[in-house]
């Protein structure tokens, strides 16, 4: 069956549809990672998304449900270059197409995802419609394509409620936004309670809970519009407690130190972004997922250090905060998919929930 | 970290002469090095045996010996240039063995001079098995089970314990020299017994046998402050059990999930961070198809085949990095030449899959074993870049140039089910299209998957292409279909083929429905980043994203693909060098190649890399986009030459000597006619068809005949004819190849060789030097020792070599570089053999003679006459130096190879010996060639009877000497007779005292063998065979005897002149 992808600048291309038929609009994005689609795909930072792989042949290894990063798929619509036929690894349960069609995501392949990642690179992010429906008149739709905003996308990825996935002798409070199962993973491993809350758990509540350590987790959209959130951050700052935040869970905690963010033109999207460690020089390589950064220009350097560096393009990757134990990355330290050279930095937020006691 | 200022002059040792297993990846490596280096302000010193390579041209270092790589020759060039540092992990698996004997000693510390990059210790750790193995069980990263033995017993104990099949792999050898599987205990016996021989440090490695499960590599590099990053990873389509440089490899991994491909990239990070690598890294991997298990096969800690392929593949330098990481830079100091914004500390993203298909020799030997294993047999290599894999699969396939386009090979269609499933067992050269004919007839992938243990996704890949063929000969070929077999790269040729249309049909289709070659550039970071490389390469029903639109005039430039027997480096570094000429006089250049190794596919040669198969349709689909103003054939050697016609075709003026030139060179008949109009005589020869005719002409001419098939250049499927035998032998086997062709008979005369380059003019020519060979011609030019200036020739014959050669190029009015063969023979000069293209010879006769041959070549191309560019008409004036270019051969890696030298080529590389005596010249170059002698002084002698006369002063060289001589019934007697003292040996099927035996007890220098040309019996290439798989010295020619004997007696004790070619009288 044909599909059509429409952008809201008018391009239209014609390809193969995959998984679900249904007709989608969504905010597209590129990824430039050669593995992990699952992980990308179960990524609730990408709600409202759909995805563009830059890497032509997706599907290769299947489904290998395990590595799923949460418990659905949030992204929108999955944009491929070719699906593979089979899934073929030891683990491959199903392959893409059905847990596409299970999970009724739609999608488009036979389509020149280079092409696509450079009018993104060109224009800026961008909006697109996924549709099997022939539409004639292009311009019919565009207004629809145009109006679509990612809004209010943390509330519909958090969890419905606070609850406990783990057992341990200190407890560690993941505000989950979004948040990526290998975070919850990589505390448990290191033998924590791990306690998820809803973004719109109160602060006072978490505190009450006497929890040793909070974990500002990723997630999806304008860090800005979490006006709520930040307030309540605002809040855990004062409290005194070791924080840990991640991509999202870092930006909303410099907003509510007072900082600003701002959207960056296509944003960062892949498992290859090279960030320094300012403190020691040393060059790590990173997975990241964001489209908004902090501005550098906001930063109060009496309140925080700018802590990583993208040494691509100079944007802020990391904050330490002057006097208190809290400490941000804007990339992702629990990888999944890509590269673990940054996982010592859970080994860092337990050294501070250690220290503390 | 910035610069190490302590760093102003640094000794790179190259890689020698081009074997199996060593070839042109060092050559663009050390080549991206120096420029690396001086871009710095260093001092470079440069040394390197290898003449055909673009490392050892002047302006590459600032100063270039071409000597041979000897412990003693680099003590000697340490102490005369005191550099005060050295850098030796650009230079192979060679040059690192080097700097780590003198680094043993102790002369490195001795003489202040430090190992910069990775350090010598690292080196040790990384390559001895046992220092390894410990260090990997410290850091928890697993190897297969495997004991390190010094003795055969050893090795036969431990694999009782841990089970047959068991790896053998000799420590310190390249390729994995003298490696194998052991099945069972007598197999063991024997390959260890010969891996513990070739080993440098007599040490094996027993390993527990993994074949089967998936061979991964990554690629890493490291700085000095420890930051690390993978450049790319690849996955091998053929399982653990075939030598990574004979398997398919494709990067990035295909089929690993991202838990499988961060498991081991995140070991690879590990590994060298614990070993401490500065600079480049290749760290293998064998990854069990069923779970995460895994096992660290090997690392390389220094540049490699695999990272000249991962540079290739990603656009990332991995030589130029691990230079300036070796002056002290680290990652995030470097700017990523290809965006120019970026960093070298990223990872490469791909947004494209890259194929790289070994080139194997077999057809240059046709009695070896095919067999694949872990002993490396391929010659050079090609590589393809598509957007899919059937794509990437079927560009390399054709870009190997076997008259294969597609997966189907002829000879397996006639073969039973039964017997081709068992054919799949065979691990061989041909497996790729065993497994096609198998899914033509229904073999399941399960099936196939079974037995060759290739991962199912390539296998559904390759029934993918098996599909599209049956639906093309099935049709109807609409719109889809077309779109489909364009997007997986079938060729129109192929396309009209099966589906039994005419190829103007398919083009006009084409035409019809839009279907055109579209270009996508490489650019390191999948389209992340603005990037302006002009790195190519061809899809379809995809976006063009190549401006074609330029300010000058565009020369296309063909490149010569794979490095193969008969079409080495030499090629490339005539294409480099025609570049950069074209450059330099103000042209865009764009250059099509396909070869991973080289310095052409370096995408700062060129201003514009197309990196594709060299066939007339991709070639034309390029021109269609490009237009260039023309095209230079010359210099890429027969692949280039190939396509004159279809250029022509497309409306492409060919630059320089024209198509119909070429012909006439080719054409017998036509080339006779010229060579009377010339008054120039050849070897009195026929044109044959049949059997009959073939006798009778060879009745006429008299025996022995050279007897070969016409249209193939280079030697290929020539053969001395001795008698009818022969004759009726050689045409069955010829028909079965060549059919269209006629079959060409020749006089054969065993005469002088001469050869003679020349750039031509319309008004004259200008030859850099003449060259005499030490081999009597029958043996392939490219397999003689060639001497420059001649020794032996007076001055009338020079003259008339020169007029000869300036009567040829102005009758077929050859415009830029001509090669010809003469044969001297009773008092005459005769014309075997007219190139108008640049030769084998060029790049060390431009760099002894000091004359820029392809430069000049190039522009008189371009129409600036000889003249005009300052230089004078006739012989270039001689220089004092006296130069000798050995070939060098990989017999020992291709098992079951007829080692004895003929019309045929052989050799895969060449050294140079240079001096201002011919002698020590000579002496140099046989040391370049790994001989170093004398050792035991113990020789074994075996000379057919027509030779003997011949031989004895040669023998009585040696014994005069001090060698002892063993000799087989017929020569003993023969030299007995004459007054020799010589000791008698059993040929190999007697009961003792054979001499097998004397090769066994390891004390044997050398052997002389010349074999009866119509010698049918085993014993001689036996005997031959063993030799060169003990790693004992044959020679089947008394010429190259009596040349060492004679260089030995004058030089082996006295200290060697190192000359720099900058500075050459």
Redesign the interface.
């Known amino acids: 069956m044909k599909a059509y992808l429409i952008l809201e600048n008018g391009d239209s291309f014609e390809g193969i549809s995959i998984g679900a038929k249904r007709e989608v609009v969504s905010e597209l994005v ?1 990824n ?5 689609y ?2 990308i795909l179960t990524d609730p930072s990408y709600a409202g998304q759909s995805v563009i792989m ?4 997706i599907g ?2 299947g489904v ?1 449900l395990e ?1 799923q990063e949460s418990s659905s798929v949030f992204t929108e619509g999955l944009i491929v ?2 699906l ?3 899934g ?4 491959t349960e199903m392959d893409l197409d059905t847990y596409l069609k299970l999970n009724d995501i739609p999608g488009i392949a ?1 389509v ?4 696509l ?2 009018v993104i ?1 060109q224009k800026g992010c961008l909006n697109g419609m996924i549709t099997t429906q022939k539409y004639e008149n292009i311009q019919e739709v565009l207004p629809q394509i145009k109006a679509y905003k990612v809004e209010h996308v943390v509330e519909k990825v958090t969890s419905d409620s606070i609850h406990t996935i783990s057992s341990g002798n200190k407890k560690i409070a993941l505000y989950d936004f979004g948040a990526k199962r290998n975070i919850a993973e990589h505390l448990i491993k290191r033998g924590y309670e791990v306690i998820v809350v809803p973004a719109s758990t109160p602060a006072k509540k978490v505190i009450a809970m006497n929890v040793d350590g909070i974990l500002l987790s990723n997630g999806p959209g304008d860090p800005s519009e979490c006006t709520e959130i930040i307030g309540e951050i605002k809040q855990l700052i004062k409290s005194g407690i070791p924080i840990f935040g991640i991509c999202l869970g870092h930006q909303l905690m410099a907003l509510a130190q007072g900082f600003k963010t701002e959207k960056l033109k296509y944003g960062h999207h ?5 960030v ?1 460690n300012l403190i020691n ?3 790590y ?1 990173s997975t990241q997922n964001h489209n908004y950064v902090i501005k550098e220009s906001s930063i109060d350097a009496s309140i925080a250090k700018v802590w990583f560096m993208n ?2 393009d100079q944007t802020i990757e990391g904050l330490k905060y002057h006097g208190q134990p809290i400490q941000t990355v804007q990339f992702h330290p629990e ?7 940054t996982e010592f930095l859970f080994d860092e937020f337990t050294k501070m929930i250690e220290e503390r006691r | 970290m910035p610069k190490d200022t302590r760093i102003k002059k640094v000794l790179v040792i190259g890689s020698g002469p081009i074997i199996i297993g060593q070839a042109a990846e060092f050559d663009y490596a050390g080549t991206q090095a120096c420029k690396a280096l001086k871009e710095e302000g260093i001092e470079v010193i440069l040394i390197n045996s290898n003449p055909a390579t673009i490392m050892t041209d002047k302006f590459i270092a600032d100063k270039v010996y071409i000597e041979p790589l000897t412990i003693e020759v680099i003590k000697d060039l340490i102490i005369k240039e005191k550099p005060d540092s050295i850098l030796p992990t650009l230079g192979g698996q060679n040059a690192l063995n080097l700097a780590m004997s003198l680094a043993d000693e102790g002369f490195l510390e001795e003489q202040h001079v430090r190992t910069i990059g990775t350090s010598t210790q690292t080196i040790k750790l990384a390559e001895d098995r046992l220092e390894f193995k410990k260090l990997m069980e410290n850091i928890q990263e697993p190897c297969a089970q495997s004991k390190i033995v010094t003795n055969v017993e050893a090795a036969i104990d431990f694999a009782n314990e841990i089970g047959y099949p068991v790896v053998v792999r000799p420590a310190y050898t390249l390729g994995g020299t003298g490696g194998g599987i052991a099945h069972d205990s007598m197999a063991l016996h024997d390959i260890c017994g010969n891996g513990l021989r070739l080993s440098r440090v007599g040490q094996c490695l027993i390993e527990r046998c993994i074949s089967g499960w998936k061979e991964i590599e990554y690629e890493v590099m490291r700085d000095g ?3 690390c ?2 450049v790319c990873n690849m996955e091998n389509l053929d399982p653990v059990g075939v030598h990574t440089g004979d398997s398919i490899v494709v990067a ?11 498991m081991l ?2 070991s690879a ?1 590990k590994i060298i961070t614990a070993l401490d690598i500065q600079g480049g890294c290749n760290v293998q991997y064998a990854l069990n ?3 995460f298990e895994y096992c660290v096969i090997e690392v390389n800690p220094r540049v490699s085949r695999s990272s000249a392929l991962a540079s290739k593949a990603t656009g990332y330098p991995i030589a130029k990095l691990a230079a300036k990481i070796a002056l002290g830079y ?3 100091e470097i700017i990523n030449q290809i965006t120019g ?3 070298a ?9 890259v194929c790289k298909i070994p080139k194997w020799p077999f057809d240059k030997f046709a009695d070896a074993s095919r067999d694949l294993g872990t002993q490396m047999k391929a010659t050079g290599e090609v590589m393809s870049i598509s ?3 059937e794509g990437a699969l079927m560009k390399a396939i054709r870009s190997l140039e076997q008259n294969l386009d597609y997966l189907y090979l002829d000879e397996l269609t006639t073969i039973k089910d039964d017997e081709l499933k068992n054919k799949l067992n065979e691990v061989s050269d041909l497996r790729l299209f065993v497994i096609a004919e198998s899914l033509r007839r229904q073999i399941s992938i399960d099936d196939i998957h079974a037995i060759t243990k290739i ?3 390539f296998l ?1 890949k390759i029934a ?1 292409l098996i599909e599209v063929e049956e639906r093309l000969k099935r049709g109807p070929l609409d719109l889809e279909l077309l779109k489909t077999a364009k997007h997986m790269q079938f060729l129109d040729e192929v396309i009209a083929k099966l589906s039994g249309q005419s190829c103007q049909t398919i083009q006009h289709l084409k035409q019809q429905y839009g279907i055109c070659a579209a270009y ?1 550039m490489v650019d390191t ?6 990037a302006s490389t002009p790195y190519f390469y061809s899809v379809y ?3 063009n ?1 190549v401006s074609s639109i330029s300010h000058k005039k565009k020369i296309l430039v063909l490149g010569s693909g794979p490095i193969r027997i008969g079409q080495g480096i030499e090629f490339d570094y005539c294409s480099v060098h025609c570049v950069w000429a074209l450059k330099k006089a103000g042209y865009e250049t764009i250059v099509v190649n396909n070869n991973p190794e080289t310095v052409s596919t370096d995408f700062d040669i060129a201003d514009r890399l197309y990196f594709e198969p060299l066939t007339k349709e991709d070639v034309r689909n390029i021109v269609e986009l490009e237009k260039p103003e023309g095209a230079i054939v010359q210099f890429g050697g027969q692949t280039a030459i190939k396509l004159v016609h279809a250029l022509e075709e497309m409306g492409v003026r060919i630059l320089g000597t024209t198509a119909d030139a070429i012909d006439a060179a080719e054409d017998r008949e036509r080339f006779d006619a010229l060579l009377e109009e010339c008054g120039i005589q050849r070897p009195q020869g026929h044109t044959v068809y049949t059997v009959e005719e073939a006798l009778a002409a060879a009745r006429q001419l008299g025996y022995p005949v050279l007897i070969r098939p016409s249209y193939v250049l280079g030697g290929a499927g020539m053969e001395i004819a001795l008698n009818d035998q022969d004759i009726e032998k050689y045409i069955k086997i010829i028909n079965h190849q060549y059919q269209e062709h006629p079959i060409l008979i020749d006089q054969y005369l065993s005469g002088k060789e001469v050869e003679v380059d020349a750039i031509c003019d319309e008004k004259g020519i200008l030859i850099p030097g003449i060259m005499e060979h030490i081999e009597r011609a029958g043996v392939h030019s490219g397999d003689s020792i060639s001497v420059y200036p001649p020794q032996s020739i007076d001055a009338a014959v020079q003259e008339k070599i020169i007029d000869y050669t300036q009567r040829l190029s102005k009758a077929m009015h050859v415009i830029g570089l001509i090669n010809i063969q003469f044969i001297l023979y009773a008092q005459e000069v005769y014309v075997i053999e007219v190139n108008p293209r640049s030769s084998r010879t060029i790049p060390y006769i431009s760099k002894v003679t000091d004359l820029p041959v392809v430069d000049i070549a190039t522009n008189v191309i371009m129409g600036k006459s000889i003249e005009a560019q300052g230089y004078t008409y006739g012989l270039y004036p001689t220089k004092k130096t006296v130069a000798v270019k050995m070939p060098v051969f990989s017999f020992e890696k291709i098992k079951g190879a007829e080692i004895s030298l003929g019309p045929e080529m052989k050799s895969t590389g060449e050294v140079l010996g240079i001096s201002t005596e011919f002698d020590e010249a000579i002496y140099k170059a046989f040391l370049g060639t790994g001989l170093e002698l004398p050792k035991h002084k113990n020789m074994i002698c075996t000379i057919q009877d027509a030779s003997k006369e011949e031989f004895l002063p040669i023998a009585k060289q040696f014994y005069s000497f001090g060698y002892h001589l063993y000799a087989t019934q017929g020569t003993y007697e023969f030299l007995r007779q004459h007054g020799l003292l010589v000791s008698l040996v059993n040929r190999i099927s007697a009961e003792e005292n054979t001499i097998y035996d004397l090769i066994l007890e390891d004390k044997i220098d050398l052997i002389i063998n010349i074999p009866s040309r119509n010698n049918t019996a085993r014993d001689g290439f036996l005997i031959r065979r063993f030799a060169v798989e003990s790693g004992v010295s044959t020679f089947t020619s008394l010429d190259t005897a009596k040349a060492l004997i004679t260089s030995m007696e004058k030089h082996h004790v006295k200290k060697l002149n190192l000359i720099d070619i900058t500075k050459l009288d």
């Open positions: 590129f430039t990672s050669m593995s992990g699952l992980e830059t890497y032509p042949l290769n290894y290998c590595d270059s070719e593979s036929r089979i073929s690894n030891f683990r036979g020149d995802t280079r092409h990642a450079k690179r892949g498992a290859n972004h090279p320094k020089g040393h060059v390589i040494v691509n990888a999944c998919a890509g590269p673990q050279d | 402050s420890g930051n990053i993978t990035p991994s295909q089929t690993l999930s991202d838990k499988e491909y961060q990239r995140t990070l198809p069923s779970s680290c990652l995030d914004q970026t960093y500390s990223y990872e490469p993203a791909l947004d494209y899959i957007n899919n894999f991962d199912r996704w559904d993918h996508k970071c999948a389209a992340e980043f603005e029903n995809r976006v994203e």
